[in-house]
């Protein structure tokens, strides 16, 4: 038995050492714009939350202290549109695969100033909320954790089919590339010795007409 939980315990945090989001904190001087960028697959449930550090700790944040906050897909659509907020989130189901961008705004203000922003973006299995599983089914905590190590190994899973798939896209946009430049060094070969030979014929002309020949 110790042995299983210690194996148990292993596999449990090399799980969640696995990549499930990106929470950061980040600043931004005010009249610039910072974008960050999150690969998704289609159908993967992500949420975001976002917030301006307030820098006078136990004061209400300055008014002036706002952001404008777009979230779009890699077709461009639109998924999150927010202006002049000190916080806010998102949420919502990827209809697309693809890097989805998360762009963040500051207004000028004078005297200029940098911010400070927190932001928190989940994906996939980060992205559900375990507490309000916990409390709607009434089960015990290591029920939680079962269904969370279920959740992300079956998510490990469908990422594996993903990369997969990403590899063979790859694989034949090389083979097609492949064949392109083969195509194309054979017609520049072509070229190259159609030149030559038009050029050779041109002198050969040219001389007997001299007589050089």
Same mark, same amino acid.
């Given at each position: 038995m /110790?042995? +299983?939980n210690a194996a148990s315990r292993v596999v449990m945090m090399l799980i969640c050492m696995?990549?499930?989001g990106n929470c950061m904190r980040f600043d931004l001087e005010s009249g610039r714009s910072k974008c960050i960028t999150e690969d998704i697959k289609i159908n993967a449930m992500t949420v975001g939350k976002y917030s301006l550090v307030n820098p006078n700790e136990g004061y209400p944040i /300055? #008014? #002036?202290y706002k952001l404008t906050v777009k979230v779009n897909s890699p077709q461009g659509h639109n998924y999150h549109h927010s202006d002049h907020v000190d916080s806010g989130n998102f949420a919502f189901t990827a209809a697309e695969a693809g890097d989805y961008l998360a762009c +963040?705004?500051? /207004?000028?203000?004078?005297p200029p100033r940098t911010l400070v922003i927190d932001f928190d973006w989940r994906t996939g299995v980060a992205a559900k909320d375990w507490s309000s599983v916990a409390k709607k089914g009434n089960i015990e905590a290591m029920e939680v954790e079962l269904k969370k190590l279920l959740d992300k190994i079956a998510s490990i899973h469908e990422e594996m089919f993903y990369l997969r798939e990403r590899e063979e896209e790859m694989q034949k946009l090389?083979?097609?590339?492949?064949?392109?430049?083969g195509t194309f060094s054979f017609l520049s070969l072509l070229i190259c010795l159609s030149v030559a030979g038009l050029q050779f014929w041109h002198l050969k002309s040219f001389f007997e007409r001299k007589k050089l020949l």
């Amino acid at each position: 038995m /110790p042995r +299983f939980n210690a194996a148990s315990r292993v596999v449990m945090m090399l799980i969640c050492m696995w990549k499930v989001g990106n929470c950061m904190r980040f600043d931004l001087e005010s009249g610039r714009s910072k974008c960050i960028t999150e690969d998704i697959k289609i159908n993967a449930m992500t949420v975001g939350k976002y917030s301006l550090v307030n820098p006078n700790e136990g004061y209400p944040i /300055p #008014d #002036d202290y706002k952001l404008t906050v777009k979230v779009n897909s890699p077709q461009g659509h639109n998924y999150h549109h927010s202006d002049h907020v000190d916080s806010g989130n998102f949420a919502f189901t990827a209809a697309e695969a693809g890097d989805y961008l998360a762009c +963040f705004y500051v /207004p000028d203000l004078r005297p200029p100033r940098t911010l400070v922003i927190d932001f928190d973006w989940r994906t996939g299995v980060a992205a559900k909320d375990w507490s309000s599983v916990a409390k709607k089914g009434n089960i015990e905590a290591m029920e939680v954790e079962l269904k969370k190590l279920l959740d992300k190994i079956a998510s490990i899973h469908e990422e594996m089919f993903y990369l997969r798939e990403r590899e063979e896209e790859m694989q034949k946009l090389n083979r097609s590339t492949n064949s392109k430049m083969g195509t194309f060094s054979f017609l520049s070969l072509l070229i190259c010795l159609s030149v030559a030979g038009l050029q050779f014929w041109h002198l050969k002309s040219f001389f007997e007409r001299k007589k050089l020949l």
